[in-house]
């Protein structure tokens, strides 16, 4: 297995994967926990791992333990089926459907707390790498080319405003579809001075000229810790925005989406730990911002399946019945089902050294 994917997996990033693995699904399952705390449910069970007990203690009415296989945990809360529901006030059908719905939330908002602060410590120690206004490629027959731009030209100013950061640019040039502004660019030792008029995306309808950053020129700053969360907030928030418009898309134009399975997720963790530490930290942020937002689609089963249903029992005013909740369960088994083995279907395709293995 350790040379599968011709990725030499040392035992310390087979460590990495498991560790990081184990603190996402743990930092859920703690939201469950913290939610059912705050709602004053009975937590009988609170687990890192799955699988036979290692150790653990009893304190109060909840039983803590670390268990042998550490890539899951549970929060196993009292009366959290309807079958096992007695009535009791500190149990969780007990409780009224927002409250529930706020015990549920709870395990994916700690995994977007949680990218956040991976994200965070990544730009306050690393700092905040942004592209320059160096071109670092230009479309044929766009705007850019037209008018004699070239790579290696490095933009300073547009519509007479100077511009540092790539983003910055383009924002302007974003904002002015079919008007001639004004652009100057150091080439060498001397600065151009051009006219140019961007033509109009009509997709996004948006200006553009038809040039690309050099990746080989960043810039990197130092920041503090309040712009380092800012920046973190606006990253997470982005990857999920990011993450719903491409399965819409996917969705409207029956096109099929990517999606990575744990053979994917297991590569990927330990290629990022391979590369350093705050890689490993910015690829640990990257998966608990899709675990969160996995979670809380609405899919019977998930989080966001559960919050469907109880948002639904607020609504009709009528609590929800034991037939309803095994039909959604199988509904919700079966299609997590099939995206499993697709998953797996696409990591195979991804990785066809696998073939070779098995």
Known sequence: MLSILSQQFTLLYVLAVVVGLGLLIFFHELGHFIGARLCKVRVEKFAIGFGPEIFGFTKGDTRYSVRWIPLGGMTKMAGEELESKSGAKDEFFSQPWYRRIFIVMAGPIMNYILAVLLFAMVFYFVGVTRASTVIGQTVK?????????????????????????????????????????????????????????????????????????DMNRIITDKVGIGKSLSFSVIKVLNISIMTLVSL??????????????????????????????????????????????????????????????????????????????????????????????????????????????W
Do not use: C
């Not at 369960?329 to 089902?337: A, D, K």
């Open 141 to 213: 027959n766009k705007p850019a080319e037209k008018v004699g731009l070239k790579p290696g030209d490095k933009i300073v100013s547009v519509a007479g405003q100077k511009v540092i950061y790539w983003e910055d640019m383009a924002d302007i040039i974003q904002k002015n579809p079919n008007k001639e502004i004004e652009l100057s660019a150091d080439r060498g030792n001397f600065t151009i001075t051009l006219k140019i008029i961007p033509e109009i995306d009509n997709i996004r309808g948006i200006g553009v000229i038809g040039i690309m950053p």
């Open 248 to 357: 819409g898309n996917s969705i409207i134009y029956l096109e099929k989406p990517e999606v990575g399975g744990p053979i994917s997720v297991t590569y990927f963790i330990a290629k990022a730990a391979k590369s350093g530490f705050y890689y490993l930290v910015d690829m640990l942020g990257l998966i608990s911002t899709a675990l969160g937002l996995f979670n809380l689609l609405p899919i019977p089963i998930l989080d966001g399946g559960h919050i469907f249903l109880f948002l639904g029992e607020g609504i009709t005013r009528r609590p929800l019945s034991k037939k309803v909740v095994q039909v959604t369960n199988v509904i919700g088994l079966t299609i997590i089902g099939v995206i499993v083995v697709y998953a797996l279907y696409s990591d195979i395709l991804r990785f066809p050294q696998l073939l070779k293995f």
